[in-house]
């Protein structure tokens, strides 16, 4: 959509200078008469003045009396009629900067595409509709209205068709007002309806009209162009007492029937809570990542038939100040909405791999799994960002292991296959997450270079009563072993679940039954005291101190 313009439209005409009002403070015709008749009383006594002998001897001649007054009745005549011409043309000039004044201000209160009224003629005439309603306590509605499927059209046809479908749908709306109500075309494809004297009730019987009305189709020469339309309802008084609150507000509901998919949407306070959470938490997010106030979890991961811990996943933690403590599932979102899934994403590897190069002095030998989405697999420098940070912390790519969800790599699959075998020619490892949520494509699977598959938990929670469950399960295992893959099953809660995993032969476990996401002490302290036991290796050496300064080694700007 694009931009709306948000500043109210000044007349031209108030803004020339010598006006008051809009109007001229003196006259063009005026001025010149005025200057018309002064002239005879210049010339005359200038040209005494300039023969003075001459003029005193024609004066006392009485032969030259008739003459002269010939002579000077010819010339007031003249003047006369030169006075009546540049009266003419200064009225003529009068009238037409007064049409050119009414155009100039019509189109400064007007679309020029569509001829409706525009933002500006909108807030004064919202502004006098709340004062009249205010009067008589009653309600008035605003409907801010924004076309669906029109940026493909502008796309796919060009911005000439756009504009003809832009008009149509004006044209087609202006049927279903009444005389007192106004529509207006904010800018762009978004539109506002003000209806006075129309409560809720009223306002969705009126949404419901314009969006059957935007279901016909707009003919433009041989193409039948269906747009649709989503729309957000503000009711004066009760959701906003002023012009900007009220549009502010119907905005905000426009956008929610456009996410929702309903059509319309009436102003839900609620829901303006939680988009001003969601606006806080996008402002806060790049403090948290260049202020390292970000956490990281680790989950482990347990070999199901030597009950050894084989690695541990990296989950992320955000403890905002306000909110407590924020799940993955909303920051990642987040970060890919605000563009900071790049840095965001350099901070867990470089986080993780710091970890993983500390157990590694201690003599813990665990792998680290770190997650991607979708939108790392497009970033360009993701490939160059890893081998930095293997390098900076000197931990070997076989230690690294990396997530990617199956929707991830199906997004664009040929750019996600080329990442992956970059990334696997390092020696990473590379596994796909939530494995059977998603359109599994068996045939694109068996070309990935993947080490193994992650059952998604929704299939493992119910292995121990649900025997469809167990066949998906059991499928999955025995195709994932056919490709030579290993299996690591999410989400185990409970021991049934764990014993059926290993009859069915899955590699490896993770869960709750196992354990929780552990920051790194507990994590330590809770392989000291449990069951599975890790690895132990020779240690590392020589790797910096902080996920900032190992950024700095590897030269990574955000």
């Known amino acids: 959509m694009e931009s709306l313009n948000n500043n109210d439209a000044t007349t031209v005409s108030a803004c020339l200078p010598g006006r008051i009002g809009g109007r001229p403070l003196f006259s063009p015709a005026a001025v010149i008469f005025s200057l018309a008749l002064l002239l005879p009383a210049l010339i005359f006594p200038a040209a005494i003045v300039a023969h003075p002998d001459a003029a005193t001897e024609r004066l006392h001649i009485a032969a030259a009396q008739t003459a002269w007054e010939g002579w000077t009745l010819q010339w007031m005549a003249g003047l006369a009629l030169l006075f009546a ?22 189109q400064a209160r007007h679309d020029a595409l569509t001829g409706l009224p525009n933002r500006a003629q909108l807030l004064d005439r919202l502004r006098q509709a709340i004062h009249a309603a205010g009067g008589r306590r009653t309600p008035l509605t605003l409907i801010v209205m924004d076309l669906d499927r029109f940026k493909g059209i502008n796309d796919a046809l060009g911005h000439h068709v756009g504009d003809l479908v832009l008009q149509q749908v004006g044209a087609r709306l202006r049927e279903l007002l009444r005389p007192a109500d106004t529509m207006a075309r904010l800018g762009g494809d978004e539109f506002a309806l003000l209806l006075p004297e129309t409560d809720e009730h009223q ?14 189709p707009c003919v433009v020469g041989r193409h039948h162009l269906c747009v649709g339309g989503s729309l957000g309802i503000a009711v004066f008084p009760r959701h906003g007492e002023d012009a900007p609150t009220l549009i502010q507000h119907a905005d905000t ?34 403090d948290a990542i260049d202020g390292d106030l970000l956490e990281l979890c680790y989950q482990p991961m347990v070999d199901l038939r030597s009950g050894t811990v084989t690695g541990v996943e990296a989950l ?3 403890n905002h100040p306000s ?15 605000t563009g900071l899934i790049q840095p965001l994403a350099v901070w867990v590897l470089n986080t993780a791999l710091r970890q993983c190069a500390e157990w590694r002095r201690a003599g813990l030998d665990l792998n680290i799994a770190v997650n991607l989405s979708a939108w790392n697999l497009q970033d360009p420098a993701l490939v160059d960002n890893v081998r930095s940070a293997l390098s900076v912390w000197k931990v070997p790519a076989a230690r690294l292991e990396l997530e990617i969800t199956e929707s991830a790599m199906m ?17 990473i490892r590379l596994a796909i997450d939530d494995f059977g949520a998603g359109f599994s494509s068996l045939a694109y699977l068996k070309k990935l270079p993947v080490s193994s598959l992650k059952i998604d938990k929704s299939f493992i929670l119910g292995i121990a009563w649900d025997d469809s469950d167990t066949k998906i399960v059991r499928s999955t295992i025995d195709l994932a072993h056919d490709l ?15 014993a059926r995993l290993v009859t069915l032969g899955c590699d490896t476990a993770q869960g709750y039954h196992l354990s929780h996401p552990l920051p790194t002490p507990a994590l330590v302290q809770w392989l000291r005291t449990s069951a599975a036991r890790p690895v132990w290796a020779q240690g ?3 790797t910096p101190d902080t996920p900032q300064e190992a950024a700095k080694a590897s030269g990574y700007k955000h």
């Open 203 to 216: 306002a969705r019987d009126a949404a419901r009209k314009i969006i059957l009305a935007l279901k016909r």
């Open 316 to 318: 992320l933690r955000w």
């Open 253 to 286: 509901a426009m956008y929610a029937a456009k996410q929702s998919n309903t059509g319309y949407a009436v102003y839900d306070p609620e829901r303006d809570r939680r988009s001003f959470k969601q606006l806080e938490l996008e402002n806060d997010l790049r």
């Open 411 to 427: 997004a664009e699959p040929e750019r996600a296959r080329e990442v992956v075998g970059r990334l696997n020619a390092m020696g």
């Open 484 to 498: 030579g893959l290993k299996v690591v099953a999410e989400g185990v809660e409970s021991e049934a679940v764990r």
């Open 540 to 542: 590392a050496a020589g």
């Open 85 to 106: 011409g540049l009266f003419a043309l200064a009225s003529w000039m009068f009238m037409r900067m007064r049409r050119l004044e009414g155009a100039m201000e019509h």
């Open 323 to 337: 909110y407590g403590v924020i799940s993955p599932d909303v920051v990642i979102p987040i970060a890919e909405l």
